[in-house]
């Protein structure tokens, strides 16, 4: 009579029960940060564009996005996107953000992903040394560069949308923190960013719980108080997405540290793409950077991303960057997820 297990080792593989939904996808991370590739399994998007899949998304199946988001598929942090067709024949591929609040306008570091996995999965013809995608995001057409060797990818690079100041030195009276100093500004979403020396605050992990409490607290403040997070085209990106923290490096030759609180106090493990984007041109504006120079911003994490502004060009009445933004990805797994109808949590639950 067979063992029990022996019977496990015969028996390896689950039958999904045909009515269950079944969804699958390929996890990564950039710098840390996760990336939930959603391959097969939803429900198809109407639309035209990405701006529409959205809308049609969160208005249909937005219960699909929690249900991979938050627990128990996901986690508070989690980060996801799903692949779509281009806005144009111009276009190679549209992409939508996801994450625990909604879904975002820009993710640098999901481009730097969805740019490696194109490359490991041949999604494009694959040539030694630079290749090149054009990808639709809500904000408009983000074009990636992914640098490969011996048929392996060694590095990412993005320009992203049109990025522009849309203050300095503005303030916002934070309940517990008083006076806050923040500059407004855009690189595919808006952030309000602040010097976090200038709060005593240290932006190290053991932090983690007190840098939630006060970005989300500052992020609700500038809503609350500022008329001035819009964008110059399109009504549905005119929000602030989140607070990001600037301080000084903790590794060996790092210009500085960013750590971005976003969404419903999500926070980045990488160096956040968009908000590299969103300071460059602060940067341009003080003088601190020209175009061509580089810079390299750490994480919470310690991973990396080097930034540098490409040209600048006039966006609305704005004076905008180009900006360039690299850094590395991973492949960490592949999942099948399934939701059993009958299941009281298929849809997911969030706890903080």
């Known amino acids: 009579m067979p063992s029990t297990y022996s019977n496990i080792q015969a028996a390896k593989y689950w039958k999904t029960p045909n009515h269950w939904l079944k969804i699958k996808t390929i996890d990564m991370h950039t710098g840390g940060e996760p990336l939930r590739v959603i391959i097969d399994g939803l429900p198809e998007l109407k639309g035209n564009n990405v ?63 969805i740019t490696t996995l194109a490359i490991e999965m ?21 074009t990636s560069f992914a640098k490969v060797k011996n048929g392996k990818v060694e590095g990412v690079y993005f320009h992203c949308v049109p990025s522009f100041v849309v203050a300095l030195d503005q303030t916002v009276e934070v309940e517990g923190l008083g006076t806050v100093i923040y ?33 989300m607290d500052i992020k609700r403040a500038v809503i609350k108080t500022s008329k001035l997070v819009k964008h110059p085209f399109e009504k549905d990106l005119s929000f602030l997405y989140g607070t ?7 590794s060996n030759g790092i210009d500085s540290r960013n750590v971005c609180i976003f969404a419903e106090g999500e926070v980045d493990r990488c ?82």
Request: hydrophobic letters at 35%; aromatic letters at 12%.
């Open 271 to 352: 160096p956040t793409g968009s908000g590299v984007s969103g300071r460059l041109p602060i940067h341009y504006k003080r003088n601190e950077i020209t175009i061509g120079e580089s810079m390299t911003v750490e994480s919470i994490t310690g991973s990396v991303f080097k930034g540098s502004v490409v040209r600048t060009e006039q966006y609305g009445p704005f004076e905008a960057v180009i900006p360039q933004v690299e850094g590395t990805a991973h492949i960490i797994g592949q999942n099948e997820f399934v939701i059993d109808p009958d299941d009281p949590f298929k849809y997911g639950f969030f706890l903080r």
């Open 244 to 250: 990001i923290f600037i301080g000084g490096p903790i």
């Open 183 to 215: 500059d407004l500004a855009y690189g595919g979403a808006f952030y309000a960013y602040v010097d976090a020396t200038k709060l005593r605050l240290d932006l190290i992990p053991e932090n983690y719980n007190v840098l939630i409490q006060k970005g």
């Open 51 to 113: 701006l529409d899949y959205r809308n049609y998304m969160r208005d249909n199946y937005d219960y699909l996005r929690t249900a991979l988001m938050h627990e128990p598929r996901g986690h508070a942090d989690m980060y996801g996107c799903i692949l779509l067709p281009p806005n144009d024949d111009k276009g190679d591929f549209g992409i939508l953000f996801l994450h625990n609040e909604g879904y975002s306008t820009m993710c640098g570091h999901a481009i730097i992903a």
């Open 122 to 142: 041949n999604w494009i013809d694959v040539k030694e040394g630079e290749n090149q995608l054009k990808i639709d995001a809500p904000c408009g057409r983000i």
